[in-house]
């Protein structure tokens, strides 16, 4: 069974630092794709990025990169020059190929201080 | 950009009735699931459907809950008997097989059993 773990309930940051959210995951496939999604306190669960297993290169997406470490199965996001919006939940999640449903850790509670 | 759409967006229901969930996925996606998420809780995998039937469903996903799919643009997820445990976020999600971005949550139902 997959397990996704986020070791970070809730972090506060600086505005305008950059921040870095742990993701670690326990799969033995070898074809995988990773998320992150965002729950701001209106509840909707927003797509900020992808990674697939197979992926060369890390994701970026904007302000947002996945620091990708297959070997030691973990999958940062990380967060530049954060802003007060980026306050939120944000999940880790993880698919196995050819069994589409999600494995979502249990999140981060990220703050941003002004 | 296409998004999936929830129906209504709060629901108040009283214990043992019976309340269906509405949700209209990306046209072209082939993948409908079901997400709940209990208040303060990560998300949890309910369902996940395609081609006219279930293809998976977790152990949450007793005989209380079915999911149907009346016509080409509508999926939806009935809970029978409601409980007070039953109050939760419910996400609608939807998927292309084998894509990795493109999974697609709506903006959830929060259903409060009273």
Not at chain 1, 28 to 44: A, I
Request: charged content about 20%.
């Amino acid at each position: 069974a997959q397990k996704i773990t986020q070791t970070q309930p809730g972090m506060f940051v600086q505005e305008k630092e950059a921040v870095t959210l742990d993701c670690t995951y326990d799969t033995s496939d070898p074809s995988y794709g990773l998320f992150w999604y965002k729950q701001p306190s209106s509840g909707e669960m927003i797509f900020l990025i992808y990674q697939g297993s197979y992926d060369q290169q890390n994701a970026t997406e904007g302000r947002y990169s996945l620091n990708f470490q297959k070997a030691r199965k973990s999958a940062n996001l990380v967060i530049s020059a954060s802003q007060l919006g980026d306050s939120a939940m944000y999940f880790c999640a993880q698919k196995k190929f050819g069994n589409e449903k999600l494995t979502f850790g249990t999140g981060t509670r990220l703050t941003i201080i002004p | 950009e296409p998004e999936v759409t929830q129906t209504p967006s709060h629901q108040v229901t009283q214990m043992g009735q019976e309340v269906i969930l509405r949700c209209v996925p990306i046209s072209n996606h082939l993948y409908f699931y079901w997400y709940r998420q209990i208040l303060g809780q990560k998300v949890e995998f309910l369902v996940s459907f395609y081609n006219n039937e279930i293809s998976e469903k977790s152990e949450i996903f007793d005989d209380q809950f079915s999911v149907e799919r009346p016509d080409g643009s509508n999926f939806t997820l009935k809970i029978r008997s409601t409980k007070l445990e039953d109050s939760a976020m419910y996400f609608c999600a939807s998927s292309d097989p084998g894509q990795g971005v493109g999974y697609t949550f709506g903006s959830g139902t929060r259903l409060t059993v009273v």
